[in-house]
C-alpha cells in the first residue's frame, strides 16, 4: 500500500481518537461541499482508534462517541468536523488549491465600487500578499473570501456586488438564447416586446457581468442591446 495514496483523517470526541484512512485531495474536495462520493474518499471500510498500529475501534466505543457504528456515518463526520493529516507538500498544494478557489470567488463576486466594473485576478492576488493574508486550510472558501474582502477594503477600492443586466435580444434568435441565458444568469424578469424582441433582466456575480455579457453576444451574435447595473 503506498503511503502516498492516502492519508488519515481523524477527530477526538470524549478523550477518544478516531481515524480513518482517505485519499487527500478526495477528502478536502468532500470538506469544501462538493459531490464526493464516500466510496471515492475512502481507502478503507475500517474505523480506527490507531491506524499505525492497525487498532480498529470497538464497536462498543463508536456507539458511545457517534451514537451508531455505521461506518459512512461516522467517517462523515470525522471528515466535516476533523482534521486531515498531510504531508508538507500536500499541504502546500491543497493551500494554493484553496488560495485559488478564494481569488476566484473574489474576481467573480467583488467590483471597483467607483467604477462598477470587475477586478483584475493579478490584482486581488498582490494586495492579498502586500496584507500578508493568511488562509485556512480547513475554512470553506467562502466564508475566508467575504473576510479577505473586508481586509481588501482598506487598501483598494473592492466591494461585494450583484449586477442586473438588460438585454434585449432579436427576434430570430430570442428563443436560442433565452434558454442559454437562464443557465448562466438568475433572470428577474422576462418580456416580449411588440416587434418579436425578447427584453430580459439577469442578475448575476458583480465580478462575472463581463464574461456574461460577452456570452449574451455571442449567442445573439452582437445583435443583443445591454445595459447594466451594478447593486449591493
Same mark, same amino acid.
Given at each position: 500500500?503506498s503511503?502516498?495514496?492516502y492519508?488519515?483523517?481523524?477527530?477526538?470526541?470524549?478523550?477518544?481518537?478516531f481515524?480513518?484512512?482517505?485519499r487527500?485531495?478526495?477528502?478536502?474536495r468532500y =470538506?469544501?461541499? *462538493?459531490?464526493v462520493? #464516500?466510496?471515492?474518499?475512502l481507502w478503507?471500510d475500517? $474505523?480506527?482508534k490507531?491506524s499505525r498500529k492497525?487498532?480498529k475501534?470497538s464497536p462498543?466505543?463508536?456507539r458511545?462517541?457517534?451514537?451508531?457504528?455505521?461506518v459512512r456515518?461516522?467517517a462523515e463526520?470525522?471528515?466535516?468536523?476533523g482534521?486531515i493529516q498531510?504531508?508538507?507538500?500536500?499541504r502546500?498544494r491543497?493551500?494554493?488549491?484553496?488560495?485559488?478557489k478564494i481569488?476566484?470567488?473574489?474576481v467573480?463576486n467583488?467590483v471597483?465600487?467607483?467604477?462598477?466594473?470587475?477586478i483584475?485576478?493579478?490584482r486581488?492576488?498582490a494586495?492579498?500578499e502586500?496584507?500578508?493574508v493568511?488562509i485556512?486550510?480547513? =475554512?470553506?472558501? *467562502?466564508?475566508?473570501a #467575504?473576510?479577505?474582502?473586508s481586509?481588501?477594503s482598506? $487598501?483598494?477600492?473592492?466591494?461585494?456586488?450583484?449586477a442586473?443586466?438588460?438585454a434585449?435580444i432579436?427576434?430570430d434568435?430570442?428563443?436560442?438564447?433565452v434558454s442559454e441565458?437562464?443557465r448562466?444568469?438568475d433572470?428577474r424578469?422576462?418580456?416580449?416586446?411588440?416587434?418579436g424582441?425578447l427584453k430580459?433582466e439577469?442578475?448575476?456575480p458583480a465580478?462575472?457581468q463581463?464574461?456574461?455579457?460577452?456570452?449574451i453576444?455571442g449567442?445573439?451574435?452582437?445583435?443583443?442591446?445591454?445595459?447594466?447595473k451594478?447593486v449591493?
Amino acid at each position: 500500500m503506498s503511503r502516498k495514496s492516502y492519508v488519515v483523517a481523524w477527530i477526538e470526541i470524549k478523550g477518544e481518537r478516531f481515524e480513518v484512512l482517505v485519499r487527500p485531495e478526495q477528502a478536502f474536495r468532500y =470538506r469544501e461541499g *462538493e459531490k464526493v462520493d #464516500l466510496g471515492e474518499i475512502l481507502w478503507t471500510d475500517t $474505523i480506527y482508534k490507531d491506524s499505525r498500529k492497525g487498532l480498529k475501534a470497538s464497536p462498543e466505543s463508536l456507539r458511545k462517541a457517534f451514537g451508531t457504528e455505521d461506518v459512512r456515518v461516522i467517517a462523515e463526520r470525522i471528515l466535516k468536523e476533523g482534521r486531515i493529516q498531510l504531508t508538507e507538500e500536500e499541504r502546500r498544494r491543497l493551500l494554493e488549491a484553496k488560495k485559488r478557489k478564494i481569488i476566484t470567488y473574489i474576481v467573480r463576486n467583488a467590483v471597483d465600487p467607483k467604477t462598477g466594473m470587475p477586478i483584475p485576478e493579478s490584482r486581488i492576488e498582490a494586495a492579498m500578499e502586500e496584507l500578508g493574508v493568511s488562509i485556512d486550510l480547513y =475554512r470553506d472558501a *467562502e466564508s475566508q473570501a #467575504l473576510e479577505i474582502v473586508s481586509k481588501l477594503s482598506r $487598501i483598494m477600492p473592492i466591494k461585494i456586488a450583484r449586477a442586473l443586466i438588460e438585454a434585449v435580444i432579436p427576434p430570430d434568435i430570442a428563443g436560442r438564447v433565452v434558454s442559454e441565458v437562464k443557465r448562466i444568469g438568475d433572470v428577474r424578469r422576462s418580456e416580449w416586446l411588440k416587434d418579436g424582441s425578447l427584453k430580459l433582466e439577469v442578475e448575476v456575480p458583480a465580478g462575472a457581468q463581463i464574461d456574461v455579457i460577452n456570452r449574451i453576444q455571442g449567442l445573439a451574435k452582437g445583435r443583443a442591446s445591454v445595459n447594466v447595473k451594478v447593486v449591493g
